[in-house]
């Protein structure tokens, strides 16, 4: 389904019993609602599963130009708004990992509880040049070329090598993504800081994170160690994708972090 917000078409998917409370997913970079398939199934029975894809992927709008991080959360924002959803829990990974901390920090009086995955929710000046050369090598040669370099970079070499269904289903994911829309959140990547306000978030909030997944493990350890009373998870053996990697440990850390309320 596809509802106007923010003044773009916004993709979107609800699973689950109508009354339930609601529980929003937020796609990485290159990625669709497809990659939720594992969660909604787990977790349709007890939540009102809203899964969406942000600007520039899956069916949502992929205007040309750079984004900037903030436009990413005020569509989010403008989904909630006009489905009428006054709060909800809220999840992400890497891209939609940091969407769901700025939305903590920007936005927390809409939000109840928060899992933010497999971000460290900042650039910094080494990241911005990776981003600037993806950008760069989309430009010049399509979606294509960034793909098994993706692949290797988010999943762990022994996950490469086996090679299981689930990275044909990624690959599929990364080249459906509109070159417009991978340089619009590829752009917004580049520059984005969500961590030195980590402190100010009043919400619940669980840090999830894949064992394998570069240095996101101990950047995410100290958002943790910067928040009080937040919850961090660590999923052996995954990788930046660690929800495709661990679907099922993935799906009861956040079931049990959601219960905890």
């Known amino acids: ?10 993709n979107y998917q609800i699973d689950g019993p109508s009354g339930a409370p609601w529980l929003v997913f937020s796609n990485s ?3 669709s609602t497809a990659m939720w398939d594992e969660q909604a ?4 029975n ?30 989010a924002v403008a989904l909630l708004d006009a489905l009428r959803i006054e709060k909800a829990h809220f999840a992400g990974l890497s891209m ?5 901390l700025g939305l903590a920090e920007r936005h927390g009086d809409r939000l109840d509880r928060v899992i ?13 040049r990776q981003w600037e050369e993806r950008i760069a090598a989309a430009q010049k040669q399509g979606i294509e070329a960034l793909v098994e370099a993706t692949i290797a970079r988010w999943f762990p070499p022994e996950t490469v090598a086996k090679n299981p269904p689930h990275l ?8 459906a993504t509109p070159v417009n829309g991978f340089i619009g959140c590829a752009a917004a990547l580049a520059d984005h800081d969500y961590a030195s306000a980590v402190a100010s978030v009043t919400r619940p909030v669980l840090f999830l994170v894949g064992e394998k997944d570069g240095a996101a493990p101990a950047a995410m350890r100290k958002l943790h160690d910067k928040l009080n009373g937040s ?4 999923l052996p053996g995954a990788g930046h994708i660690s929800n495709m990697d661990r679907p099922a440990e993935f799906s009861r850390a956040i079931a049990d972090f959601l219960a905890a309320g």
């Open 29 to 31: 970079l290159a990625t």
């Open 46 to 75: 007890s939540y009102r599963v809203l899964r969406y894809d942000q600007r520039g992927h899956g069916g949502t709008d992929a205007p040309a130009g750079r984004y900037a991080f903030d436009t990413l959360l005020a569509d």
């Open 96 to 100: 939609g990992g940091a969407t769901a």
């Open 116 to 128: 933010v995955c497999d971000s460290p929710c900042q650039s910094t000046p080494q990241s911005s």
């Open 231 to 234: 919850r961090y998870v660590e």
């Open 168 to 175: 044909d289903k990624v690959r599929g994911m990364i080249r």
């Open 1 to 10: 389904m596809r509802i106007k917000a923010n003044g773009i078409d916004i």
């Open 41 to 44: 199934a787990a977790l349709k």
